[in-house]
């Protein structure tokens, strides 16, 4: 192989000629693999009850469709990255995205829940790989000058994909049916994969790692495991419960057998010298309070749209299009603003601007137009997409290019970390809220005396902003049940936004501490074949 450097590769990148290696035709192709996979973490939700029906499944087997994926997918994303360190990242894109592909259609010809699990598990280590990958060829391809703007482009597009999912889930699941939601992604895997074979250029350092730590992989998937597995149950086995204190003190145990083990192996998986950049150590936080807030919040707004408001999926989806919009805009704008005066103040305002929008969406009411929800929503997209783009940047644009992969595998474990602790955590808020609140206002309200087993039944359906209105129940009484219900669930979920407005501001102070990439500028300068 002969030693090519890109250097010339330079701010207007024109030097590069052919397909091979393009920086733009590079962001095109690994955008096309990783819209899948964002587009996979909503667009199944919608698809859920369809599966549930058609396949006679228990809602403890619905569940585990949509954990199985984000288990296997926040376990395998830094190993998953260390692979696209060792071998390349573009045969890693490539594997993942043929596997993506092909694991979605199997999903689609299943005719079992057990059946449509397991090939959900593939998916989600499938997904792992792309996603750290797609950020290293990022990294390897784009000058320092022109990074920023590529992962403002890769964020909108996540933040499009994400956000887009229910309104395309909803309109396949209504005029085609639920497999349709898996079969999409056969078509744009190939696409991605065609891509991919012609276009993406396999750089490596001549430091790439050589080795595997296969004690650091093992310690650190079951940290994870075990952390995602509490936090994923922990509303149902409530948080003192003896399960999920053992689920966190195994992840607290084997996180620190973990960081012993890093020093001592030889290529360690994770290396922990990279936490000594302190910009790093802080685009990691950021990632994990912003996904807290950002997820966590938009958990609630899609039970307070369809089950308060009565909207349909594809309704509630549409009525999140400010945001949608917002993120699409805001994103390569945010890009190019962060690669001219730097990443610090465009993550601060941010935050600032996602705390305002937590703290406007803890005065819903019932009865919220859609004006007010339209201008909290784009002010939610305004404010995240930034974060997006600048706290990715600093957390991969700080690490040496020979672990790119790795980092870039750390920033989507602390997104989906934050994710999960958000949704576990303001949903324990909002349980709580219901539980506290319900007795009172179910009594002043005049209605009837129910047993303990049916105040729990009707507790558990108010969470969702479930009206628990039993069949048959007089016109009158169930408009006075269904008042109190949304009552104390809007009451619930303002208190859950003020703790996400909370984190919001904790965030933005973090962002204090960020700045551009030290090492961004090794990027497609060193990079060679």
């Known amino acids: 192989m002969t030693q090519t450097t890109v250097a010339g590769a330079t701010p207007g990148l024109g030097p590069r000629k052919g397909l091979r290696g393009h920086p733009w035709l590079t962001l095109i192709t690994v955008a096309t693999g990783v819209m899948m996979v964002a587009l996979d973490g909503t667009i199944v939700a919608i698809a859920n009850p369809a599966i549930q029906k058609d396949l006679g499944a228990s809602l403890a087997d619905v569940q ?95 933040g499009a994909s994400t956000a887009g999912g229910p309104i395309v889930g909803g309109l396949l699941v209504e005029h085609v049916n639920w497999q349709s939601v898996f079969f999409i992604n056969v078509p744009v895997g190939a696409l991605a994969l065609a891509l991919g074979a012609v276009i993406l250029k396999d750089h490596r350092t001549p430091n790439a790692p050589r080795s595997f730590d296969i004690l650091g992989i093992l310690l650190l998937s079951t940290a994870m495991f075990c952390l995602i597995w509490a936090l994923i149950n922990a509303t149902d086995w409530s948080w003192g419960s003896a399960r999920t204190l053992l689920f966190l003190a195994a992840s607290l145990l084997c996180f620190v057998l973990f960081a012993a083990w890093q020093f001592k192996a030889r290529e360690p998986l994770l290396p922990l010298g990279l936490f000594r950049s302190l910009p790093l150590s802080a685009g990691t936080v950021l990632m994990v309070l912003m996904a807290f807030a950002f997820m966590g919040g938009l958990f609630f707004v899609t039970f307070y749209l369809q089950n308060v408001h009565g909207m349909t999926p594809v309704d509630s989806g549409l009525h999140l299009l400010p945001l949608t919009a917002m993120m699409i805009v805001a994103s390569p704008v945010a890009g190019a603003l962060i690669s001219r005066i730097g990443p610090r103040i465009p993550l601060v305002a941010g935050m600032l601007c996602a705390a305002v929008a937590c703290f406007g969406l803890a005065y819903l009411e019932p009865g919220t137009g859609t004006p007010l929800l339209s201008l909290w929503f784009a002010l939610l997209g305004m404010g995240f997409a930034p974060v997006m783009v600048g706290a990715t940047e600093v957390i991969v644009g700080n690490a040496p290019l020979e ?12 997104m989906q970390v934050g994710g999960s602790l958000g949704t576990a955590v303001l949903g324990a808020v909002v349980a709580a809220r219901v539980d506290h609140l319900l007795p009172e206002r179910w009594t002043a309200a005049g209605l009837p005396q129910v047993t303990p087993g049916q105040a729990a039944q009707a507790a558990d359906a108010v969470q969702v902003g479930v009206a628990p209105v039993a ?13 109190v219900a949304h009552d104390t669930f809007v009451s619930a979920i303002n208190t859950g936004f003020t703790v996400a407005g909370c984190v919001a501001l904790l965030a933005a102070a973090v962002a204090v501490f960020t700045k551009r990439g030290a090492n961004a500028g090794a990027g ?6």
């Open 471 to 483: 069949p048959n129940t007089p016109p009158e009484l169930a408009a006075k049940i269904s008042t």
């Open 524 to 529: 497609a300068a060193a990079a060679h074949i």
């Open 64 to 158: 585990w469709i949509t954990n199985a994926y984000l288990l296997a997918l926040a376990v395998a994303l830094i190993t998953a990255g260390k692979l696209g360190d060792r071998f390349g990242h573009r045969l890693i894109f490539l594997i993942g995205t043929t596997g993506f592909a092909l694991s979605s259609g199997l999903i689609a010809l299943s005719g079992s829940v057990s059946t449509v699990v397991g090939f959900r598990v593939l998916q989600g280590l499938c997904g792992a790989l792309l996603m750290p990958a797609a950020l290293g060829l990022l990294r390897a391809t784009f000058p320092a000058e022109k990074l920023n703007m590529a992962i403002g482009l890769w964020g909108m597009v996540i």
């Open 403 to 414: 672990h790119a992969g790795v980092a870039g595998g750390l920033q989507q474990a602390a």
